[in-house]
């Protein structure tokens, strides 16, 4: 069945930098563009990236622009995100999530929680 | 950028049915999808494309999307479907993917 399991979490502090990673099983990943989704504590939920199928188109809203970056490694089933300049701001549970080709999500991870604190 | 908004909250007796709008410019010329999410889990797609469901998903769901405004429909409400409801379409003109601000479903 398909998985979309997410890590690299934790707590670290603002001005620094932290890597997601989010291991998919269950089906074709390299046919697939994939997402990154965050949710903020007690808020709704916000897009942060996508990434096409091979890797050569990628989005972000102004919020993470310049300072994520999604990337693919499909040879690993793999998808990162590579977030820098932490503010307190991007604290939120981080999603991972497939595009059904309908540009929904129809599978999701079970998210990885990200603090920037001092 | 493209905005969707949603009430923060609707209240439903079990049994009736719940209307979650969805309101946009011209939003029924764009394709809305619908989320459910319970605490402390993933979000769940429950309606697609304006109105389809993905397998597994109740009959009780359905969708609606017209003029400035996309509906999900929950009939026969249980005490199950308490939960956050998301509406999420894809921007093209930006190439950005919204959501709106989530409605807190609570069944009475």
């Known amino acids: 069945q398909v998985q979309l399991v997410e890590s690299g979490g934790g707590v670290v502090q603002p001005g620094r930098s932290l890597r997601l990673s989010c291991a998919a099983s269950?089906?074709?990943?390299?046919?697939?563009?994939i997402h990154w989704v965050r949710q903020a504590p007690g808020k709704g939920l916000e897009w942060v990236a996508l990434?096409?199928?091979?890797?050569?188109?990628?989005y972000y809203p102004d919020s993470v622009k310049g300072r994520f970056t999604i990337s693919r490694d499909n040879s690993k089933n793999t998808l990162y995100l590579q977030m820098n300049s932490l503010r307190a701001e991007d604290t939120a549970v981080y999603y991972c999530?497939?595009?059904?080709?309908?540009?929904?999500?129809?599978?999701w991870g079970q998210g990885t929680l990200v603090t920037v604190s001092s | 950028s493209y905005v969707l908004t949603q009430p923060p909250s609707v209240s439903v007796a079990p049994g009736q049915t719940a209307r979650i709008t969805c309101g946009g410019n011209?939003?029924?010329?764009?394709?809305v999808h619908w989320y459910q999410q319970k605490p402390g889990q993933a979000p769940v797609l429950v309606v697609y494309?304006?109105?389809d469901r993905p397998s597994g998903i109740p009959e009780r769901f359905s969708g609606s999307n017209s003029g400035n405004t996309a509906t999900l429909t929950i009939s026969r409400v249980e005490a199950e479907d308490e939960a956050d409801y998301y509406c999420?379409?894809?921007?093209?003109?930006?190439?950005?993917?919204?959501f709106g601000g989530g409605t807190k479903l609570t069944v009475l």
């Open positions: 011209n939003i029924g010329s764009k394709s």
């Open positions: 990434i096409s199928y091979d890797g050569n188109t990628k």
């Open positions: 999420q379409m894809w921007d093209s003109s930006s190439a950005h993917v919204v």
């Open positions: 999530a497939r595009d059904s080709l309908g540009w929904n999500f129809d599978y």
């Open positions: 269950g089906f074709t990943f390299s046919t697939y563009t």
């Open positions: 494309d304006d109105s």
